[in-house]
């Protein structure tokens, strides 16, 4: 069988790469190039709510949520930043349009929020939605932090709260209604059943993988042909940055 040759590495200041992301329409990001060199690109509008990127140990998908929420915020999107090792996006920290957390404790309480803040978008007219700003939500190993928040919500939970952390809860929510809250996900991970609910891989048009094992790409991309793009980086791109992209499309 022929090897698919992959294109050369990528790097933000390369001139003809700005430019590319430059023309890109707002809700729209660049995940790489083909290896016949043309754009491979997330629409959050016209293709997809969500983004789902899982990778292996050292497979890049910090830099790939890095590099997504990014250009979002460069088209003036704000974004939830979720980084429970609380070194991997310290370029966040202290930009005015993002909200960064690092502890379990930071994310929870965050999460909270997200829910609230899903529930007053959805109660928004649609003229009033549509001046308010995108908001991304990158969560960054997502399923070690779901988990946890089992724990931390059964240490001060009472008889009269729910079982369910509102933690958990609020992401769930976050992918069924993003769409019409202009709210969107880019998730690090696994999507647990037992955490999401029924099926959470559906709720992902894009999904990106690397490194992944033959069970986990039967999972996530059945019908995805050989690997197509190298995602790009904010920096340069590196080995570990080579990536099977699959997009699916969706209605609603």
């Known amino acids: ?29 660049l995940i790489g190039l083909g290896t016949d060199g043309r754009a491979i690109a997330v629409d959050l509008d016209a293709e997809c709510p969500h983004v789902l990127v899982c990778t292996a140990s050292g497979g890049g998908s910090t830099t790939v949520l890095r590099s997504l929420t990014a250009q979002f915020l460069h088209q003036g999107a704000h974004a939830l930043v979720l980084d429970p090792k609380r070194i991997s996006h310290l370029w966040a920290k202290g930009l005015p349009t993002v909200t960064h957390r690092g502890n379990v404790a930071g994310i929870h309480d965050a999460l909270v929020g997200l829910g609230d803040e ?53 992401p769930k929510a976050a992918l069924w209604n993003g769409r019409a809250a202009r709210v969107n996900v880019i998730l690090d991970g696994t999507p647990a059943t037992n955490v ?12 990106i993988l690397a490194r992944v094992t033959a069970t986990t790409w039967q999972c996530l991309a059945p019908f995805a042909g050989p690997a197509r793009s190298r995602a790009s980086t904010g920096a340069a791109s590196t080995p570990s940055s080579t990536a099977r992209t699959t997009r699916r499309r969706r209605s609603g």
Do not use: C
């Not at 059964?154 to 958990?168: G, I, L, N, Q, W």
């Not at 999401?196 to 999904?207: K, N, Q, S």
């Open 1 to 29: 069988m022929k090897k698919t040759a992959l294109p050369t590495m990528l790097s933000f200041s390369a001139p003809d790469l700005r430019e590319q992301i430059e023309a890109l329409p707002e809700g729209t990001a």
């Open 118 to 170: 899903l529930t007053r978008r959805l109660d928004l007219p649609d003229t009033e939605l549509a001046t308010v700003p995108r908001l991304i939500v990158s969560m960054d190993s997502a399923n070690n932090t779901l988990r946890q928040f089992t724990r931390y919500w059964d240490t001060f939970r009472d008889k009269e709260t729910p079982h369910t952390s509102p933690a958990v809860t609020a």
């Open 196 to 207: 999401l609910g029924a099926a959470p891989h559906e709720l992902f048009g894009t999904v």
